[in-house]
Protein backbone atom coordinates (compact mmCIF):
# COMPACT_ATOMS: atom_id res chain seq x y z
CA UNK A 1 0.00 0.00 0.00
CA UNK A 2 3.38 2.77 0.26
CA UNK A 3 2.33 5.42 -1.75
CA UNK A 4 5.89 6.46 -3.09
CA UNK A 5 8.41 3.84 -3.03
CA UNK A 6 11.79 3.77 -4.28
CA UNK A 7 14.38 0.92 -4.50
CA UNK A 8 17.17 0.38 -3.01
CA UNK A 9 16.89 1.73 -0.07
CA UNK A 10 20.44 1.79 0.82
CA UNK A 11 23.48 1.72 -1.71
CA UNK A 12 27.06 1.55 -1.38
CA UNK A 13 29.25 1.88 -4.37
CA UNK A 14 32.58 2.59 -5.41
CA UNK A 15 33.85 5.82 -7.18
CA UNK A 16 33.47 5.97 -10.77
CA UNK A 17 30.69 2.78 -11.08
CA UNK A 18 27.02 4.02 -12.64
CA UNK A 19 23.91 3.19 -10.45
CA UNK A 20 20.04 3.35 -10.80
CA UNK A 21 17.48 4.02 -8.35
CA UNK A 22 13.94 3.49 -9.14
CA UNK A 23 10.72 5.09 -8.01
CA UNK A 24 7.09 3.90 -8.12
CA UNK A 25 4.26 5.44 -7.24
CA UNK A 26 0.42 4.52 -7.19
CA UNK A 27 -0.98 7.90 -6.23
CA UNK A 28 -2.40 8.55 -9.64
CA UNK A 29 -0.11 11.93 -9.54
CA UNK A 30 1.20 13.50 -12.92
CA UNK A 31 4.45 14.72 -11.21
CA UNK A 32 6.90 13.21 -10.05
CA UNK A 33 10.55 14.67 -8.22
CA UNK A 34 14.06 13.81 -7.24
CA UNK A 35 15.23 15.62 -4.19
CA UNK A 36 18.66 15.32 -2.89
CA UNK A 37 19.10 15.75 1.03
CA UNK A 38 22.83 16.59 2.22
CA UNK A 39 24.20 15.44 5.31
CA UNK A 40 23.11 18.85 6.96
CA UNK A 41 19.98 17.39 6.01
CA UNK A 42 19.00 20.05 3.30
CA UNK A 43 16.39 19.02 0.66
CA UNK A 44 17.17 20.44 -2.31
CA UNK A 45 15.02 19.75 -5.70
CA UNK A 46 16.92 18.03 -8.37
CA UNK A 47 14.29 16.96 -11.57
CA UNK A 48 10.76 17.05 -11.99
CA UNK A 49 8.51 14.86 -14.62
CA UNK A 50 5.07 15.86 -15.29
CA UNK A 51 3.35 13.30 -17.38
CA UNK A 52 6.69 11.54 -18.52
CA UNK A 53 8.09 15.02 -20.21
CA UNK A 54 11.05 17.05 -17.95
CA UNK A 55 10.19 20.31 -16.60
CA UNK A 56 13.10 20.78 -14.02
CA UNK A 57 16.42 20.64 -14.32
CA UNK A 58 18.29 22.31 -11.27
CA UNK A 59 21.18 23.14 -12.54
CA UNK A 60 22.02 18.95 -11.56
CA UNK A 61 25.67 17.79 -13.23
CA UNK A 62 24.87 15.53 -16.57
CA UNK A 63 26.03 12.32 -15.09
CA UNK A 64 22.63 12.14 -13.43
CA UNK A 65 19.94 10.85 -15.79
CA UNK A 66 16.21 10.83 -14.95
CA UNK A 67 14.00 8.24 -17.38
CA UNK A 68 10.10 8.25 -16.69
CA UNK A 69 8.75 5.52 -18.68
CA UNK A 70 5.05 6.71 -17.89
CA UNK A 71 3.63 8.72 -15.07
CA UNK A 72 4.03 6.51 -11.98
CA UNK A 73 7.41 5.80 -12.41
CA UNK A 74 10.70 7.92 -11.88
CA UNK A 75 14.03 6.93 -12.21
CA UNK A 76 17.15 8.03 -11.76
CA UNK A 77 20.84 7.12 -13.17
CA UNK A 78 24.04 8.35 -11.90
CA UNK A 79 26.90 7.93 -13.81
CA UNK A 80 30.76 7.82 -13.22
CA UNK A 81 30.01 8.40 -9.38
CA UNK A 82 31.89 11.12 -7.19
CA UNK A 83 32.61 10.99 -3.37
CA UNK A 84 30.41 14.19 -3.24
CA UNK A 85 27.17 12.58 -5.12
CA UNK A 86 26.96 10.49 -1.49
CA UNK A 87 23.29 11.62 0.19
CA UNK A 88 20.05 10.88 0.76
CA UNK A 89 17.99 10.76 -2.44
CA UNK A 90 14.24 10.80 -2.68
CA UNK A 91 11.66 10.67 -4.94
CA UNK A 92 7.97 12.23 -4.69
CA UNK A 93 5.02 12.83 -6.45
CA UNK A 94 2.42 15.27 -6.40
CA UNK A 95 -1.08 16.73 -8.28
CA UNK A 96 -2.43 20.02 -9.25
CA UNK A 97 -4.91 20.80 -6.34
CA UNK A 98 -5.98 24.24 -7.64
CA UNK A 99 -2.40 24.93 -8.48
CA UNK A 100 -0.71 23.98 -5.16
CA UNK A 101 1.21 20.65 -5.57
CA UNK A 102 1.63 19.18 -1.95
CA UNK A 103 4.80 16.62 -2.49
CA UNK A 104 4.51 13.31 -1.35
CA UNK A 105 7.81 11.43 -0.58
CA UNK A 106 9.36 8.08 -0.60
CA UNK A 107 11.47 6.58 2.46
CA UNK A 108 14.42 7.46 0.61
CA UNK A 109 18.12 5.92 -0.90
CA UNK A 110 20.92 6.32 1.12
CA UNK A 111 23.57 6.39 -1.49
CA UNK A 112 27.27 6.16 -0.06
CA UNK A 113 30.45 6.67 -2.45
CA UNK A 114 33.51 5.02 -1.31
CA UNK B 1 15.30 33.74 -5.49
CA UNK B 2 12.90 32.20 -3.01
CA UNK B 3 14.20 31.55 0.44
CA UNK B 4 12.66 29.51 3.94
CA UNK B 5 14.71 29.86 6.80
CA UNK B 6 13.54 27.66 10.06
CA UNK B 7 14.59 28.51 13.90
CA UNK B 8 15.49 27.38 15.58
CA UNK B 9 17.70 24.51 14.08
CA UNK B 10 17.13 22.35 17.11
CA UNK B 11 14.89 22.39 20.27
CA UNK B 12 14.67 20.29 23.24
CA UNK B 13 11.31 20.75 25.33
CA UNK B 14 10.30 18.45 28.21
CA UNK B 15 7.06 16.79 27.85
CA UNK B 16 3.79 18.82 28.37
CA UNK B 17 5.72 22.15 27.47
CA UNK B 18 3.88 23.64 24.66
CA UNK B 19 6.27 25.93 22.30
CA UNK B 20 6.37 27.15 18.33
CA UNK B 21 8.60 26.49 15.69
CA UNK B 22 9.26 29.80 13.50
CA UNK B 23 9.52 29.63 9.36
CA UNK B 24 9.94 33.20 7.82
CA UNK B 25 9.76 33.54 4.01
CA UNK B 26 10.37 35.42 1.08
CA UNK B 27 8.76 34.42 -2.00
CA UNK B 28 7.54 36.22 -5.26
CA UNK B 29 4.25 35.04 -4.71
CA UNK B 30 3.13 32.17 -2.05
CA UNK B 31 1.01 30.03 -4.14
CA UNK B 32 1.19 27.34 -0.95
CA UNK B 33 3.24 26.85 2.46
CA UNK B 34 3.81 23.34 3.66
CA UNK B 35 4.92 21.49 6.57
CA UNK B 36 6.33 18.37 6.86
CA UNK B 37 7.96 16.10 9.39
CA UNK B 38 10.67 14.25 9.04
CA UNK B 39 11.89 11.03 11.48
CA UNK B 40 14.83 9.79 11.06
CA UNK B 41 15.74 7.33 8.37
CA UNK B 42 12.38 8.38 6.64
CA UNK B 43 10.55 10.34 4.17
CA UNK B 44 8.86 13.97 4.95
CA UNK B 45 5.67 13.29 6.10
CA UNK B 46 3.13 15.94 4.46
CA UNK B 47 1.23 17.63 7.52
CA UNK B 48 -0.41 20.86 6.69
CA UNK B 49 -0.82 22.72 3.63
CA UNK B 50 -1.58 26.83 4.51
CA UNK B 51 -2.40 28.93 1.43
CA UNK B 52 -3.20 32.69 2.51
CA UNK B 53 -2.01 34.82 5.57
CA UNK B 54 -4.29 34.68 8.55
CA UNK B 55 -5.12 30.81 7.94
CA UNK B 56 -4.80 27.95 10.48
CA UNK B 57 -5.06 24.40 10.15
CA UNK B 58 -4.80 21.84 13.49
CA UNK B 59 -4.15 18.16 13.36
CA UNK B 60 -4.02 16.36 17.32
CA UNK B 61 -1.06 18.57 19.13
CA UNK B 62 -0.01 20.74 16.04
CA UNK B 63 -1.61 23.80 14.85
CA UNK B 64 0.03 25.89 11.37
CA UNK B 65 -0.50 29.26 11.45
CA UNK B 66 0.52 31.72 8.70
CA UNK B 67 1.50 35.90 7.98
CA UNK B 68 2.49 37.82 5.19
CA UNK B 69 6.39 36.74 6.32
CA UNK B 70 6.10 33.65 8.20
CA UNK B 71 4.66 30.63 9.63
CA UNK B 72 4.47 29.17 12.96
CA UNK B 73 4.01 25.65 14.24
CA UNK B 74 2.60 25.75 17.41
CA UNK B 75 2.99 22.49 19.50
CA UNK B 76 0.91 21.67 22.56
CA UNK B 77 1.53 19.80 25.24
CA UNK B 78 3.77 17.76 23.04
CA UNK B 79 4.83 13.97 23.80
CA UNK B 80 8.06 12.21 23.10
CA UNK B 81 6.28 10.38 20.07
CA UNK B 82 6.10 14.10 18.67
CA UNK B 83 10.10 14.38 18.83
CA UNK B 84 11.50 14.62 14.74
CA UNK B 85 12.68 16.91 12.49
CA UNK B 86 9.78 19.48 11.06
CA UNK B 87 10.34 21.02 7.46
CA UNK B 88 9.00 24.13 6.29
CA UNK B 89 8.99 24.70 2.06
CA UNK B 90 7.04 27.41 0.07
CA UNK B 91 5.35 26.95 -3.42
CA UNK B 92 5.72 30.21 -5.63
CA UNK B 93 3.15 31.46 -8.33
CA UNK B 94 4.43 29.77 -11.26
CA UNK B 95 2.72 27.55 -14.67
CA UNK B 96 1.71 24.18 -13.44
CA UNK B 97 4.28 21.96 -12.92
CA UNK B 98 7.21 24.45 -12.95
CA UNK B 99 6.28 25.17 -9.13
CA UNK B 100 8.65 23.58 -7.37
CA UNK B 101 8.89 23.75 -3.14
CA UNK B 102 11.89 25.17 -1.60
CA UNK B 103 12.70 23.83 1.57
CA UNK B 104 14.27 25.11 4.95
CA UNK B 105 16.90 23.26 6.97
CA UNK B 106 14.14 22.23 8.97
CA UNK B 107 14.29 22.12 12.85
CA UNK B 108 14.84 19.27 14.92
CA UNK B 109 12.38 18.58 18.18
CA UNK B 110 12.86 16.91 20.82
CA UNK B 111 10.73 16.01 23.70
CA UNK B 112 12.26 14.28 26.85
CA UNK B 113 9.92 12.27 28.93
Known amino acids: DTAVSQTPKYLVTQMGNDKSIKCEQN?????MYWYKQDSKKFLKIMFS???????INETVPNRFSPKSPDKAHLNLHINSLELGDSAVYFC?????????????FGQGTRLTVV | EDQVTQSPEALRLQEGESSSLNCSYT??????LFWYRQDPGKGPEFLFT???AGEEKEKERLKATLTKKESFLHITAPKPEDSATYLC????FGTGANSKLTFGKGITLSVRP
Open chain 2, 89 to 92: AVQA
Open chain 2, 27 to 32: VSGLRG
Open chain 1, 92 to 104: ASSQDLGGVRAAF
Open chain 1, 27 to 31: LGHDT
Open chain 2, 50 to 52: LYS
Open chain 1, 49 to 55: YNNKELI
